[in-house]
């Protein structure tokens, strides 16, 4: 296995582990009222970034 291809494997292991642990997080500080609000600010994020990582990339690279 290459370092690129490890490193690769890492960073998925850090994203998978990262999201469930901050929603985690995000669900224990907050008071029922807010979790909503605090959810969709810290996840909506998370589940954009793939979808925009190719624009934004192409838009770096160009």
Do not use: D, H
Request: charged share 15%; net charge positive.
């Amino acid at each position: 296995m290459s370092s690129r291809q490890l490193n690769q494997k890492l960073a998925v292991s850090v994203v998978y582990v990262a999201a469930p642990v901050g929603a985690a997080l995000v669900f224990r500080t907050f008071p029922p009222q807010e979790r909503v609000r605090a959810s969709s600010i810290i996840l909506i994020p998370t589940a954009l970034a793939p979808a925009l990582r190719p624009v934004v990339g192409e838009l770096l690279v160009t």
